[in-house]
């Protein structure tokens, strides 16, 4: 009798534990150690989390910056709504008027050279003659001006609808050759880098040859490692009483990817010129491009 007893006992304790595992709920997922792959939402989720505005607040400037990694298909940002919001293009509409000067003839190439007319500017650097590759270098406006009366207002207006660049607005016939500097065209630091990717893929309507001169010009460094094609651009310069905005704007590529970026600030003295490029080169080496 004990002996059946105890058989019965064991019976019952065994069937106890099989009962208790059955009714557990499954186990939590986040315990089972398997691969995941992160969508694209959650990476770009993830990319804002770097700290781009403590460079802002220890270089003592207002603005904004937005970096698109080609391959990964996120952006890292800081002030995304200003990214969102247009300004003058200055003179990073430069690579956009020598697409435009070398596809429609008004200027053979990047070496041909335009008369200095002689009159004195505030840049030293610009009073003599000089070819597109030294004006694009210089930011000379003197030369892109020529360019652009040499376009003409109709064709101007045909090519910036054509490629859709900014809010195409050029203004009239008198503003042809201050467009870009005082007059109606905004872009957005978003917009910029679209523009730029287009660029880079070739998906703009000029021609080869017009893109590959243009790509060579803006090379502002090249090392084993990268190369960094880019424009600066500042609008309202030395016209004290407007607001003033800097600009610096291209693409790097490095490791067989390409990072594009538009780097946005107020400019409130001559220092905060050269925080443009600061600012970029340091969010870079946050992400170790640089």
């Not at 200055?90 to 053979?108: D, M, Q, Y």
Request: net charge positive; hydrophobic share 40%.
């Amino acid at each position: 009798m004990n002996r059946i007893s105890r058989a019965i006992a064991v019976i019952l304790i065994v069937l106890g534990c099989i009962i208790s595992v059955l009714v557990q709920p499954p186990q939590s997922a986040l315990t089972v150690p398997h691969p995941v792959q992160e969508s694209p939402r959650r990476r770009g989720d993830v990319a804002q989390t770097i700290n781009f505005g403590r460079h802002f607040q220890e270089l003592g400037v207002q603005g904004s910056i937005a970096i698109y990694d080609l391959n990964g298909d996120r952006f890292y940002q800081h002030n995304p709504q200003r990214n969102e919001t247009a300004f003058l293009p200055a003179s990073t509409f430069k690579i956009l008027n020598s697409l435009i000067s070398l596809e429609t003839g008004v200027i053979s190439d990047e070496i041909a050279v335009l008369t200095w007319d002689g009159i004195q500017r505030q840049i030293p650097a610009w009073n003599r003659d000089l070819n597109m590759r030294q004006a694009m270098k210089l930011s000379a406006v003197w030369f892109y001006q020529v360019l652009a009366r040499r376009v003409g207002h109709e064709q101007m207006q045909k090519w910036v609808a054509k490629v859709g660049y900014g809010n195409q607005k050029i203004g009239n016939k008198d503003d042809i050759d201050k467009f870009w500097l005082e007059g109606e065209l905004r872009i957005t630091p978003k917009e910029q880098i679209q523009f730029l990717r287009r660029l880079y893929k070739n998906d703009l309507p000029f021609s080869e040859r017009s893109l590959s001169l243009v790509k060579d010009i803006i090379i502002v460094e090249q090392t084993p490692d990268y190369t960094i094609r880019a424009k600066t651009g500042w609008a309202s310069f030395g016209e004290e009483t407007k607001p003033q905005i800097g600009w610096y704007v291209g693409y790097l590529e490095k490791d067989k990817n390409v990072y594009f970026f538009a780097t946005n600030i107020d400019l409130r003295n001559n220092n905060d010129g050269s925080a443009r490029i600061e600012l970029t080169r340091r969010c870079f080496k946050d992400l170790a491009l640089l």
